[in-house]
Each structure stands twice: as C-alpha cells, then as structure tokens.
C-alpha cells in the first residue's frame, strides 16, 4: 500500500527492503515463501513507476539500497537489468564509505568496492547516484565528499543516523549554485531529512528548509501527522539564492510502519498476513510481503 505526495510535481524516493537479499546464511522472514524476491521488487518498482507516471510525466524515483537489483546475477558479475534501470531516475545508496559497521566509521574498502559494482552499472545507464554516508568528524566527512566526487556520485554526509537535522559542516554547501534545478540529472548536491522531530513546530521546520540552497531536498510527506499541503511546498521549493529545487518525497515500500496513516488499530505480524515481522533494529517498521496483491 503506498500513497502519492501530491504536489507540482510528484516526487519520490523509497527505502528497498526485501527478504534474503543480502545472500548471508540464518533465518529470514521470507524463508517460508516460494517467491523470487528480487524480481517481484523489480515488477513492484515497476509498476509503481508506470502508475504514478500516467498521473503525472514528471514523477521521479529513487529506490534507495536495492543496489544489487541492477544485476541480473544480483552479485558483481552480473550484466545490467535494462528494463528496471529504465524504471528508476536515480539510485540511492547508504554507507558507502561511512557507516556500513557503525557511524562515523570507515566502510570496509571490500565492500564499498562491491556496492561500487552496482551504482556504476546505474552511473552507465545515465542515473543520478546519491550516497548518504554517517560521518561526524569534518574529516571524514571531507573525505566522503571527496571520494563520492571521484566516481561522479552525489554526496551527502549525515552526522545523525535519524536524518533529523541539517548538518552545520560544511558552512557553504559543496557545489552550491544558483541555478534553477527541474530534473535529477541537474542536481549537484542533496540534503536528506526525513525525521524533523528536532524542529519545535512545521513552521520553524519550513523556515530552516527555505534557508537553505540544496538542489535536492529529501523529506517525508508529513510534519508530525500533518500532511505538508501546496503552500508548505512552494515556501521551500525556491532555493534562498533564489533558484529552484526539487522536493522528493521519502516512503518505504518493503516495511510498513505502525506511526502511519494507512495503519490499522488492530494490525499486527499475521494480520494481515502480508504483514510479516517487526524490523528488530527499527521499532514500529514491519517488513512485508510486497509481492502479495493487498
């Protein structure tokens, strides 16, 4: 189940979460289904995308750490999945070089190499790569920008893991510029703050966005329980140098979470039956079986 941030234009980014997809032995939450987990997130993808393009031409998507879906093996020997890269207008990527084991840690050069594999295959196919790297230290947070920069990605570097502030390092955003920004590809810098629970009210939240001159802003839908209307939007559509921007809207699609809208007084793992278990790292986020029709 998802619903559409309706606003100028319809914008999107979704966390990818689906069973067994990292190859790693144990139990998972998908071991009792018969099911190829990897193609159903590519038809769910997919169809959201050719859904939400036929109420607007506009509309973006950015899946976010389905890395290995690009791959038709999903490993670094795989060619790329045509039909899904053709789906999407960026690909979304945390810990790349910060983070992986713990914040403002370096990740393992093995497996940034690996994920490296996967976003180049999408840089190929003409997507717009946007890391979020969990770094504190200006150092390190110089270094991502510097190495996210080598491979032509985006880079933002978070200083909290809740995604709940707007770093203070650097003063002056990296790549920062005046000009009007209406298609991903435009982009040259991003901020990600989907948590805006650090804010006293929406007001204070719009006013510290607007101050602002990223060229991307992603966000949720909502200030607390409030959905954010046209006026909200149109008060930080403009970057303060004076050029636009664009707005994209955070969901996840691979859990559903029990703070939502959408969220029944009665749900629970098993009822429905698509809702399969509680995430153990993210309270009130349950993983889901996204290939089932309801």
């Known amino acids: 189940m998802f619903h559409i941030f309706r ?94 084991d713990d914040d403002n840690k370096v990740t393992p050069a093995t497996e940034s190499e690996y994920m490296e594999y996967f976003l180049d295959l999408g840089l190929e196919a003409g997507k717009t790569i946007l890391v979020t790297d969990y770094c504190k230290d200006q150092s390190k947070m110089d270094d991502s920008f510097s190495k996210n920069s080598a491979n032509d990605y985006l880079s933002f570097g978070a200083d909290h893991r809740e995604l709940d502030n707007i770093p203070g390092y650097p003063a002056a955003i990296r790549n920062e510029n005046d000009t009007d920004v209406t298609s991903l590809a435009e982009a040259q810098n991003f901020l990600y703050l989907i948590n805006p629970g650090e804010f006293s009210n929406k007001s204070s939240f719009l006013s510290a966005l607007a101050a602002t001159n990223y060229d991307v802003i992603i966000m949720d839908a909502f200030f607390d329980d409030e959905w954010l209307n046209s006026s909200d939007l149109t008060q930080i559509r403009t970057k303060a140098n004076g050029g636009t921007r664009l707005l994209i809207s955070y969901m996840s699609i691979g859990e559903a979470e029990d703070y939502r809208y959408y969220w029944g007084n009665n749900w629970k793992p098993g009822s429905p039956d698509w809702i399969v278990a509680e995430n153990p790292n993210w309270k009130g986020n349950y993983k889901v079986a996204y290939w089932e029709a309801d």
Do not use: W
Request: aromatic share 12%; with cysteine; glycine share 10%.
């Open 7 to 100: 606003s100028k234009r319809l914008l999107i980014v979704f966390s990818l979460i689906f069973f067994a997809c990292s190859g790693d032995s144990g139990t998972h939450p998908g071991d009792n289904y018969d099911v190829d987990f990897k193609e159903e997130m590519r038809t769910f993808v997919k169809e959201i995308g050719e859904f939400a393009r036929q109420q607007d031409s506009d509309f973006i998507l950015i899946p976010q750490n389905g890395h290995r879906l690009v791959s038709t093996t999903a490993e670094d020997d795989g060619e790329p999945v045509s039909n899904y890269l053709n789906a999407v207008d960026g690909l979304g990527q945390e810990d790349l070089y910060y983070g992986y």
